[in-house]
């Protein structure tokens, strides 16, 4: 895991590393998750959106 890539590579690292890897693993796996749901919901949106447009078209 790369700390460097923080504003504060020391505080992350410290703050880290009392999460075991599984724990570690399964905070990733929730975040994706749930950027997973809001991407599929605002293309939900889109989708909902176009069809709407396409249905009103004269």
């Given at each position: 895991m790369?700390?460097?890539?923080?504003l504060y590579p020391d505080?992350?690292?410290?703050?880290l590393s009392h999460y075991t890897n599984a724990m570690l693993a399964?905070?990733?796996?929730?975040?994706?998750?749930a950027k997973v749901h809001r991407v599929t919901s605002n293309f939900?949106?889109?989708?909902?959106?176009?069809n709407?447009?396409?249905t009103k078209c004269p």
């Open positions: 790369s700390y460097n890539n923080t505080v992350c690292y410290t703050f399964h905070m990733v796996i929730i975040v994706n998750l939900s949106n889109l989708t909902h959106d176009a709407y447009a396409i």
